[in-house]
């Protein structure tokens, strides 16, 4: 399957919802990576340096320059020549499957989960591509996938294969997850984590500090739906659950706007400021917002460590 006719923009800039309706986890990620890539300025680290290294097929979206026009002019075949690179990269990424993330406030929104596992696939394919080795933690309660990092393109299938086994359970064991991302990586690397931080905050800034210390970067990607910040339900009363604990609260939403937006506000900063201290790296995503702003965020802890 080729790119979508109808994308007048790039995929990474295309509203997720749309793009997600035009393809399989698989093929999305690809136009993800793909609009990212021609979008960034270039640079010596985007996997091709000056040593040659091997062949591999030809993919929708590779740079022609790195064509080996020799071996398709005598047999046939469209390879593409890759380069060892001046430095490699260890990374893991940390989805959050538990239940509060399986959410969506309208139909035509992607549930958080539904957000965070193309944000993943997307990642993953990025980092392979760089030639960089890559892993894959899912965790709820407890860890429902555990992939060591490896560089190998079919890495990213077996990564693939576990963002679609079913999760959901009802809580959230972030800082063991981020404690095995750590113990996965055995010398300074990457560690994102996607979630909607309904966590325990103290054990997961506890944990980052001593990701941190072990110096490693992180990089936190805090999906949440719209209207978990602008709270823009029109009920006269609603009945709102938790969906991890099952706690309901009924409440008139017009009465409780202001404050709860307040509050949200306050819980924004106050993760802000805990990771800031810790030397790691936030970015709040909207699940309406672009998939260009988490992966460049990505890209960026992955540049730095270069």
């Known amino acids: 399957m080729t790119a979508p006719a109808t994308q007048s923009v790039r995929a990474d800039l295309m509203d997720p919802q749309t793009l997600a309706a035009l393809g399989r986890l698989e093929v999305v990620s690809r136009w993800l990576v793909d609009g990212l890539l021609a979008g960034l300025h270039r640079s010596p680290k985007k996997g091709f340096s000056v040593e040659f290294a091997e062949h591999r097929s030809y993919q929708p979206g590779d740079d022609l320059r790195f064509m080996d026009w020799k071996v398709a002019a005598r047999a046939d075949k469209w390879l593409i020549k890759q380069y060892e690179e001046e430095t490699n990269v260890r990374a893991t990424v940390v989805v959050d499957v538990s239940k509060s993330m399986d959410w969506r406030s309208r139909p035509n929104l992607l549930t958080k989960l539904a957000y965070a596992e193309r944000l993943a696939a997307a990642l993953t394919l990025l980092l392979i591509r760089q030639r960089d080795s890559v892993g894959l933690i899912r965790f709820d309660e407890q860890l429902r996938s555990v992939i060591p ?158």
Do not use: C, N
Request: charged content about 25%; overall charge negative.
């Open 149 to 306: 990092p490896r560089s190998r393109s079919v890495q990213w299938k077996r990564i693939l294969s576990a963002l679609a086994e079913p999760g959901s359970g009802q809580g959230s064991d972030a800082a063991g997850a981020l404690s095995q991302a750590g113990k996965l990586i055995k010398r300074r690397g990457i560690v994102i984590l996607i979630s909607d931080l309904l966590l325990d905050a103290q054990e997961v800034d506890d944990t980052v500090h001593a990701l941190r210390a072990q110096g490693h970067d992180i990089t936190v990607l805090h999906v949440m739906d719209p209207a978990e910040r602008k709270f823009d339900v029109q009920a006269g009363e609603a009945l709102f659950v938790d969906p991890e604990r099952g706690d309901s609260l009924a409440v008139t939403p017009a009465d409780v706007r202001e404050l709860y937006q307040s509050t949200v506000a306050e819980a924004i900063d106050e993760w802000r400021a805990r990771f800031a201290a810790a030397g790691a790296f936030y970015e709040p995503i909207m699940t309406d917002q672009p998939f260009g702003v988490p992966l460049r965020r990505a890209f960026a802890a992955r540049q730095r460590l270069s």
